[in-house]
């Protein structure tokens, strides 16, 4: 069979109506990236550097800093290329790789907090079987499988898109490769893989959210049994952070893939917030409430020379 697919290279057309904004955009955007990389930096450092973090929590929320350094790194320094003046191209196997990391990352994010939510669940719930349950190996087996999963969903999405014919236009309405922007450059009917792309896309998170809000269920009715104010505000306190994260990366998914009519603008601007803006607060979301977080990052801080010792 002839292959259709003649397109080597597409342009990046950037976020809708942001002409002669590049500059203004380039000089938040670039303050943003440096910011996430930094924080998630530090907060690795300070779990690593710590004994006293090394946990299953805190293990999950090592992986979770380097997904949120990784995830932004999948379309950031493409966009700051072209806004800082330079080509828009980018290549076939490039704009593949964008897609596929972007939602492998994204998944793996996905499944990193649910694990994190039955991590809770257990600590709260099951507090004196916590360590059989949540052992080494378990663990292990536990961060393995988010990217497992994550990769076989990634490559599934990314198989989906890339096995259509593009041979015609070639300019991504958009700042970065993504499937619905994708899809409509394809050279056949590809009504059929939206809907399929679309349940595979929503039912992901939806079965995520979903196992979270179970897992938080059992954890609040926990809490409300628990007789003293102090340990019920320990253990909120535990999970508040978390529900945060929760909802700042889920909440641009809902507004991105399930809204009836698709918005360019809005879509763009809540996929900024969601590559750049939530990967740069997961680390003061996880550190500002946790004296043990503080702590240590105070350590690798002295460490380093940035503050005085006490």
Known sequence: MRNLSVVTEFILL??????????????LFLGFYIFTL?????????IVSSTRLHTPMY????????????????????MLFYLSGNSRVISYAGCASQLFFYHFLGCTECFLYTVMAYDRFVAICYPLRYTVIMSHRACAILAVGTSFFGCIQATFLTAL???????GANEVDYFFCDIPVMLKLACADTSALEMVGFI???????SCFLLILTSYS?????????RSTEGRRRAFSTCSA????ILLSFMPVVLIYLQPTPNPWLNA???????????????LIYSLRNKEVKSSLRNVLQQVAFLPGN
């Open 38 to 46: 930094l924080g998630n930096l530090l907060i690795l450092l300070a």
């Open 269 to 283: 601007t809540v996929q900024i917030l969601n590559n750049l803006v939530t990967p740069m607060l997961n680390p």
């Open 218 to 226: 059992y954890i609040v009715c926990s809490i409300l049994q628990i």
């Open 200 to 206: 595979s896309v929503g039912l992901m998170p939806l």
């Open 242 to 245: 978390h529900l945060t994260a």
């Open 59 to 78: 293990f999950f929320l090592c992986q979770l800093s380097v997904c949120d350094i990784f995830f932004p790194s999948v379309s950031s320094p493409k």
């Open 161 to 167: 898109t890339f096995q259509l014919p593009y041979c």
């Open 14 to 27: 950037g976020i809708p109506h942001t002409k002669d904004m590049e500059s203004m955009l380039f000089v």
